[in-house]
């Protein structure tokens, strides 16, 4: 079975410019969450889909960022424009149930 | 709102020494608790959960963490380390209310030495 996966693995962009980050969740996982992590520290949560409806989404910094998914399906998250602080790693994941959630390897995003 | 510390930032270990990485959380609403490992430029990978039931749970790679509630523990532990279990160890919590997002500690990173 396949595993979340994300694309892509690594970005570098000049600060300003607009970047675009997509996953495709575990078929049939209903929740998908995107999550930022900042070297040396633990995931943050951006946002929690469940199926279409972004259901918590008050860590997502809205001027700058936004996120879509449609259908239920896949997932994507954009910046625009990017700041040199959004450099970090993107995680992608989704569950089926409450509490498991697995995870993409993610995207590095530099921003220059 | 719950919150999660890892009281260590660096382990450093020898080879087929046991290890602890320590986990405390405060929650004012019963949580379920997780331990995920991170290998460089990966995504996280579950080691093991803890939902209900037994507080001593077992995981995948040998590793085991016991839930504490009185002392808001979630200490993982493996009894002898190999070189391949070197990697950032994240304790998260997600709170069994219906908001399903996990909260993560810091993360630990575990070194084992030759």
């Known amino acids: 079975e396949a595993g979340v996966v994300q694309s892509p693995r690594y970005k570098i962009i000049e600060k300003k410019q607009p970047v675009a980050f997509w996953c495709n969740p575990i078929?049939?996982?209903?929740?998908l969450y995107w999550y930022r992590q900042n070297l040396g520290q633990g995931p943050e949560l951006l946002i929690r889909?469940?199926?279409?409806?972004?259901?918590?989404d008050s860590q997502l910094p809205k001027d700058r960022f936004s996120a879509e998914r449609l259908k239920g399906v896949d997932s994507t998250l954009k910046i625009q424009p990017a700041e040199l602080g959004d450099s970090a790693v993107y995680l992608c994941?989704?569950?089926?149930?409450?509490?498991?959630?697995?995870f993409g390897q993610g995207t590095r995003l530099t921003v220059v | 709102a719950q919150s999660v510390t890892q009281l260590d930032s660096q382990v450093p270990v020898f080879e087929e020494a046991p290890v602890e990485l320590r986990c405390n959380y405060s929650?004012?609403?019963?949580?379920?608790l997780f331990w995920y490992v991170q290998y460089p430029n990966q995504g996280l990978q579950l080691l093991l959960k803890?939902?209900?039931?037994?507080?001593l749970v077992k995981g995948i790679n040998g590793f085991e963490a016991e839930f504490n509630k009185s002392q808001t523990s979630f200490h993982l532990r493996k009894p002898s380390v190999h070189i391949s279990d070197t990697a950032e160890y994240f304790c998260a919590v997600s709170l069994d209310t219906g908001r399903r997002a996990l909260t993560f500690g810091s993360g630990t990173r575990l070194q084992v030495q030759p």
């Open positions: 889909y469940e199926n279409e409806e972004a259901v918590d």
């Open positions: 929650s004012s609403v019963s949580v379920y």
């Open positions: 078929s049939g996982h209903n929740t």
């Open positions: 994941a989704s569950s089926l149930v409450l509490t498991e959630a697995f």
């Open positions: 803890y939902l209900s039931g037994s507080t």
